[in-house]
């Protein structure tokens, strides 16, 4: 009997000597998201930006319970759970190229970063804008326990818009609304005048304008910029450039790239963004010979004329045409002066040409060439051309043919004499 009761006792005072176990209960808080641009929140127009925003999860818990019997909870009512992020323009000129980005849980205390590819027109007005991010998540609201081996979860979906402050920075921009070329022919020089307007919203002071070659385009500038000084919003300036335009440049369009610089309202030079624009651009000025072939006696001198046309869509100035004499052929006398030539105009030269003796009856094509000036009084020279010339047989020469003359006369003469005596005698 008394076996007995020393055995329960003993089972009695193991279990009253066993640890309690202790849970947490939270009764209050909730997650408390802000939001904020790292880095600069100021951009130019015409800019590709990647904005990088941090959330931050600034939730506390306001109170809880540690207490045996109690289930510990798996999630934090301070947390905020499978957050997603939607970034929007707003009112803004802001172009949001980045679909909804999935954070995740941001447990309180804690903070999250995210990207968005934006992009910023370049005719965006400037001034101070506000992006809208939408946040979505939600987080544990309740948490029951039934029993001591039992919880149920209550969730609560939430969301929200946290606003971004972001600023458009007043820019000077070029806009070309009017363009004029003089003597703009392949091979030559001539002038670009342009009208430009500062369409941005900044008055640019000290400017420059520039133009510059387009990649492999024909037409390179001689004069690369010109001051135009204080250069307002909504302002025009008209600006005359000196450019060259390539020999293998056909009739057509072609690219060119203007920008300016000037001083900001804050001191600080600024480069505008670049504007391309098409030049017209006429054919080179180039000749052909129109005359006929010229014949030439082999072994003698002969003088050929050679009829010239201005092919081209420009003046040829102080044009002077040349030949070259080859073997069989020679000349003293291998230019000739044909003053100025308008396009679709004719111009006449002529050559005195020495055939060698020898030369073989054939067509031949002579080299021909014209030095001239152009519209910018720069020298040129065109393209070679082929002048043809037929030796032909020498034939009787004109001095064989007067001692002929001579001889019949002598023996006219001679028979007419001897018959006069003859009717005498």
Same mark, same amino acid.
């Given at each position: 009997?008394? *076996?007995?009761?020393?055995?329960?006792?003993? @089972?009695?005072? &193991?279990?009253?000597?066993? /640890?309690?176990?202790?849970?947490?209960?939270?009764?209050?808080?909730? /997650? #408390?998201? %802000?939001?904020?641009?790292?880095?600069?929140?100021? +951009? &130019? /127009?015409?800019? #590709? @930006?990647? *904005?990088?925003?941090?959330?931050?999860?600034?939730? *506390?818990?306001?109170?809880? +319970?540690?207490?045996?019997?109690?289930?510990?909870?798996? #999630?934090? /009512?301070?947390?905020?759970?499978? @957050?997603?992020?939607?970034?929007?323009?707003?009112d803004s000129p802001f172009i949001i190229k980045a679909d909804p980005q999935v954070v995740g849980d941001i447990p309180g205390g804690k903070s999250a970063t995210v990207s968005f590819a934006a992009k910023i027109p370049s005719d965006a007005p400037s001034g101070n804008y506000t992006l809208p991010l939408h946040v979505r998540y939600s987080y544990l609201k309740t948490a029951e326990q039934y029993g001591q081996d039992a919880i149920s979860y209550t969730y609560r979906d939430v969301e929200e818009t946290i606003p971004l402050m972001v600023r458009v920075q007043p820019r000077a921009m070029l806009e070309v609304i009017a363009m004029s070329g003089e003597a703009l022919n392949a091979g030559?020089?001539?002038?670009? %005048? *342009?009208? @430009?307007?500062?369409?941005?919203?900044?008055?640019?002071?000290?400017?420059?304008?520039?133009? &510059?070659?387009?990649?492999n385009s024909p037409i390179v500038p001689t004069d690369s910029n010109i001051y135009i000084g204080e250069f307002p919003a909504g302002s025009t300036r008209d600006v005359r450039f000196r450019v060259s335009v390539s020999r293998q440049a056909s009739e057509g369009s072609y690219p060119v790239d203007i920008f300016c610089k000037y001083t900001n309202n804050e001191g600080d030079t600024v480069t505008s963004d670049t504007v391309t624009v098409g030049v017209p651009v006429s054919g080179k000025i180039s000749f052909a010979v129109v005359s006929p072939p010229a014949e030439a006696r082999a072994g003698g001198k002969t003088v050929i004329k050679v009829v010239y046309e201005n092919t081209g869509s420009a003046t040829a100035r102080d044009a002077q045409a040349r030949i070259s004499a080859v073997d069989p052929f020679s000349s003293n006398d291998d230019s000739a002066y044909l003053g100025d030539i308008a396009p679709g105009e004719k111009a006449v030269a002529l050559y005195e040409v020495n055939v060698d003796a020898g030369a073989v009856l054939k067509e031949y094509g002579l080299d021909s060439e014209i030095r001239y000036r152009d519209a910018l009084d720069n020298s040129v020279i065109s393209d070679t051309m082929k002048v043809r010339l037929k030796v032909v047989s020498p034939g009787i020469s004109p001095l064989a043919i007067a001692g002929i003359f001579v001889l019949v006369a002598l023996a006219a003469g001679a028979v007419y004499y001897i018959r006069k005596n003859q009717k005498k005698g």
């Amino acid at each position: 009997m008394n *076996l007995r009761r020393i055995v329960f006792l003993a @089972v009695l005072i &193991s279990l009253l000597c066993v /640890p309690a176990l202790a849970g947490v209960k939270y009764l209050a808080g909730e /997650p #408390d998201l %802000s939001a904020a641009i790292q880095g600069r929140n100021e +951009f &130019s /127009p015409g800019e #590709d @930006v990647t *904005l990088r925003v941090t959330i931050e999860n600034r939730g *506390l818990v306001d109170m809880k +319970f540690v207490q045996s019997g109690i289930i510990e909870r798996e #999630d934090l /009512p301070n947390t905020a759970k499978l @957050v997603k992020a939607t970034l929007e323009a707003g009112d803004s000129p802001f172009i949001i190229k980045a679909d909804p980005q999935v954070v995740g849980d941001i447990p309180g205390g804690k903070s999250a970063t995210v990207s968005f590819a934006a992009k910023i027109p370049s005719d965006a007005p400037s001034g101070n804008y506000t992006l809208p991010l939408h946040v979505r998540y939600s987080y544990l609201k309740t948490a029951e326990q039934y029993g001591q081996d039992a919880i149920s979860y209550t969730y609560r979906d939430v969301e929200e818009t946290i606003p971004l402050m972001v600023r458009v920075q007043p820019r000077a921009m070029l806009e070309v609304i009017a363009m004029s070329g003089e003597a703009l022919n392949a091979g030559t020089e001539g002038y670009l %005048s *342009l009208s @430009v307007r500062n369409k941005g919203y900044e008055d640019a002071r000290d400017t420059v304008v520039y133009l &510059s070659r387009n990649g492999n385009s024909p037409i390179v500038p001689t004069d690369s910029n010109i001051y135009i000084g204080e250069f307002p919003a909504g302002s025009t300036r008209d600006v005359r450039f000196r450019v060259s335009v390539s020999r293998q440049a056909s009739e057509g369009s072609y690219p060119v790239d203007i920008f300016c610089k000037y001083t900001n309202n804050e001191g600080d030079t600024v480069t505008s963004d670049t504007v391309t624009v098409g030049v017209p651009v006429s054919g080179k000025i180039s000749f052909a010979v129109v005359s006929p072939p010229a014949e030439a006696r082999a072994g003698g001198k002969t003088v050929i004329k050679v009829v010239y046309e201005n092919t081209g869509s420009a003046t040829a100035r102080d044009a002077q045409a040349r030949i070259s004499a080859v073997d069989p052929f020679s000349s003293n006398d291998d230019s000739a002066y044909l003053g100025d030539i308008a396009p679709g105009e004719k111009a006449v030269a002529l050559y005195e040409v020495n055939v060698d003796a020898g030369a073989v009856l054939k067509e031949y094509g002579l080299d021909s060439e014209i030095r001239y000036r152009d519209a910018l009084d720069n020298s040129v020279i065109s393209d070679t051309m082929k002048v043809r010339l037929k030796v032909v047989s020498p034939g009787i020469s004109p001095l064989a043919i007067a001692g002929i003359f001579v001889l019949v006369a002598l023996a006219a003469g001679a028979v007419y004499y001897i018959r006069k005596n003859q009717k005498k005698g």
